[in-house]
């Protein structure tokens, strides 16, 4: 079965500063590549998403990801976080069915 | 669409008791995923349907833990009996088909066991 790797547990960051955010996973076959993020006690919802072709996708909010196939990773970037970017990131990899990395929560400091 | 549809949002139980969490796919979705959310261990995949047949339930901590899709459009989680370590919030989620679409989240129930 896939597994997902998150390398941060927690990222601090003041407002302004670029975000990258690590994700490895391992799987074989074909893969496709999610990003999520969960607002203080709301669900998942989608940031971004790979399924083929170029592998630098665009997300909401500014949000891009780029795929390395030869690294196995899909990490998240964004060149200027804001504050309201404050939320827990969770990294996904979907061959069978859909698996998560543990998450990575970014704290934003105004 | 409302969504992905879950019910309770909240549960409060006492240990022992059983507890049934609901939760109703996007109408035309075949796949539907259970997870829990916990601080220690993350967002765990507990069992997963394609079509309404399980196809994964490794996830599943124990017996107590049991998954039905009685229908394309509907699943329930139960817990039986209920201890205060399954207190987590419990994420059901849908796609359209197994393996090449992204899962759409329900608002999730959170369950504490007193």
């Known amino acids: 079965a896939q597994s997902v790797s998150q390398h941060n547990h927690h990222v601090i960051l003041s407002e302004a500063a670029s975000l990258e955010l690590g994700c490895n996973y391992s799987?074989?076959?074909?893969?496709?590549l999610f990003w999520y993020v969960q607002y203080p006690g709301q669900h998942l919802q989608l940031l971004l998403k790979?399924?083929?072709?170029?592998?630098l996708v665009k997300g909401i909010k500014g949000f891009e990801a780029e795929f390395i196939k030869s690294k196995f990773s899909f990490n998240l970037r964004k060149p200027s976080v804001q504050w309201s970017d404050t939320a827990e990131y969770f990294c996904?990899?979907?061959?069978?069915?859909?698996?998560f990395g543990a998450g990575t929560r970014l704290t934003v400091k105004p | 669409d409302a969504g992905v549809i879950q019910s309770p949002r909240h549960e409060v139980t006492e240990m022992g008791q059983e507890v049934t969490l609901r939760c109703k796919l996007i109408?035309?979705?075949?796949?539907l995923f259970w997870y829990r959310q916990t601080m220690m261990r993350g967002l765990e995949l507990l069992i997963y349907?394609?079509?309404?047949?399980?196809?994964?339930d490794s996830g599943m901590p124990e017996d107590r833990f049991s998954a039905k899709m009685p229908n394309a459009s509907f699943s329930t989680l139960k817990i039986q009996p209920s201890e205060p370590r399954d207190s987590a919030v419990y994420f059901c989620?849908?796609?359209?088909?197994?393996?090449?679409?992204?899962?759409?989240f329900g608002q999730g129930t959170r369950l504490t066991v007193v």
């Open positions: 989620a849908s796609s359209p088909r197994t393996g090449r679409t992204e899962a759409f």
């Open positions: 799987y074989g076959g074909t893969v496709n």
């Open positions: 790979y399924f083929s072709g170029d592998p």
């Open positions: 996904a990899v979907n061959a069978h069915d859909m698996r």
């Open positions: 109408s035309g979705h075949n796949s």
């Open positions: 349907f394609n079509n309404n047949v399980p196809i994964d």
